[in-house]
C-alpha cells in the first residue's frame, strides 16, 4: 500500500517568512495529491491540490510542487501570517474514488 | 468551497450507551465518504469507505459490529458507536468526495467536516 512520510513535524516561522513542508509518497499509482489545514478542534480545510500532470501549482501565497520522478511534493507559504499557524497534512491518492492516505502532519506556528 | 457538516459537534455518553453522528454534504451529492477517527496530536486513521446504496468497506482492525455505517442517501451518512466504551472516546470526522469537475478544479475534492468530540465517561 502506499505510505506518506511528511517532515519536518513542527515548524516555527517569523511572520513574514516563508514556510516549506515537505511530503514523499511510495506509490507511483498515486496521481492526486492534496494538502489541509485543521485547526484546533477543527475538521482538516482543503487548502491546495496537484494531479500528477501538473508540476506547479500556485494559489495566491500557497504553492505546491510535485516531482514524480522522485515522489516527493512540497507546500510553500510565502508572507506567513499568525493565522497560518496550524496543523498540515499531506495526502495522496490514486484517483477515481480511492481513499486518501496522509502524512503525520506538520505543526506550524507563526510567531508576530 | 463545498460545506460538509456533522452533528453533533461534542457528545458525552455513559459506558454502555449508543452514540450516534451524522455526515452531512450540504452543496453536493456524496457517493463516497469517509468516516475518520483523530488522536490528540496524531494524524487521521481512517476507519470506514461508505459508499452510497452499498455496504461500508471498514478498514483492517476496526469492529464493524462496532461501528455501525449507514450511507442512506447521496447528502448523508451516519456512524454509530454501539456499546461505547471510554477507550472509544476520540474525534471523529467525516469526509465525502465531492464528484464531477468544474473547469479548473480537480474532480476529486475530499471535503471534511469539523468532526464531532465523543467522550465516552
Same mark, same amino acid.
Given at each position: 500500500? !502506499?505510505?506518506? !512520510?511528511? @517532515?519536518?513535524?513542527?515548524?516555527? &516561522?517569523? *511572520?513574514?517568512?516563508?514556510?516549506?513542508?515537505?511530503?514523499?509518497?511510495? #506509490?507511483?499509482?498515486?496521481?492526486?495529491?492534496?494538502?489541509?489545514?485543521? *485547526?484546533?478542534?477543527?475538521?482538516?480545510?482543503?487548502?491546495?491540490?496537484?494531479?500528477?500532470?501538473?508540476? !506547479?501549482?500556485? #494559489?495566491?501565497?500557497?504553492?505546491?510542487?510535485?516531482?514524480?520522478?522522485?515522489? @516527493?511534493?512540497?507546500? @510553500?507559504?510565502? *508572507?506567513?501570517?499568525? !493565522?497560518?499557524?496550524? &496543523?498540515?497534512?499531506?495526502?495522496?491518492s490514486e484517483v477515481p474514488g480511492n481513499q486518501f492516505y496522509f502524512g503525520t502532519g506538520t505543526s506550524l506556528t507563526v510567531i508576530p | 468551497g463545498a460545506v460538509v457538516s456533522q452533528h453533533p459537534s461534542r457528545v458525552i455518553c455513559k459506558s454502555g450507551t449508543s452514540v450516534k453522528i451524522e455526515c452531512r454534504s450540504l452543496d453536493f451529492q456524496a457517493t463516497t465518504m469517509f468516516w475518520y477517527r483523530q488522536f490528540p496530536k496524531k494524524s487521521l486513521m481512517l476507519m =470506514?469507505?461508505?459508499?452510497?446504496?452499498?455496504? =461500508? $468497506? /471498514?478498514?483492517? %482492525?476496526?469492529?464493524?459490529?462496532?461501528?455501525?455505517?449507514?450511507?442512506?442517501?447521496? $447528502?448523508?451518512?451516519?456512524?454509530?458507536? $454501539?456499546? =461505547?466504551?471510554?477507550?472509544?472516546?476520540?474525534? /471523529?470526522?467525516?469526509?465525502?468526495?465531492?464528484?464531477?469537475?468544474?473547469? %479548473?478544479?480537480?474532480?476529486?475534492?475530499? /471535503?471534511? %467536516?469539523?468532526?464531532?468530540?465523543?467522550?465516552?465517561?
Open positions: 500500500g !502506499e505510505n506518506v !512520510e511528511q @517532515h519536518p513535524s513542527t515548524l516555527s &516561522v517569523q *511572520e513574514g517568512d516563508s514556510a516549506v513542508i515537505k511530503c514523499t509518497y511510495s #506509490d507511483s499509482a498515486s496521481n492526486y495529491f492534496p494538502w489541509y489545514k485543521q *485547526e484546533l478542534g477543527k475538521g482538516p480545510q482543503l487548502i491546495i491540490d496537484i494531479r500528477s500532470n501538473v508540476g !506547479e501549482k500556485k #494559489d495566491q501565497r500557497i504553492a505546491v510542487t510535485l516531482n514524480k520522478t522522485a515522489k @516527493h511534493f512540497s507546500l @510553500h507559504i510565502t *508572507e506567513t501570517q499568525p !493565522e497560518d499557524s496550524a &496543523v498540515y497534512f499531506c495526502a495522496a | =470506514a469507505t461508505s459508499n452510497e446504496g452499498s455496504k =461500508a $468497506t /471498514y478498514e483492517q %482492525g476496526v469492529e464493524k459490529d462496532k461501528f455501525l455505517i449507514n450511507h442512506a442517501s447521496l $447528502t448523508l451518512s451516519t456512524l454509530t458507536v $454501539t456499546s =461505547a466504551h471510554p477507550e472509544d472516546s476520540s474525534f /471523529y470526522i467525516c469526509s465525502a468526495i465531492r464528484p464531477g469537475a468544474e473547469s %479548473g478544479r480537480s474532480p476529486y475534492e475530499q /471535503y471534511f %467536516g469539523p468532526g464531532t468530540r465523543l467522550t465516552v465517561t
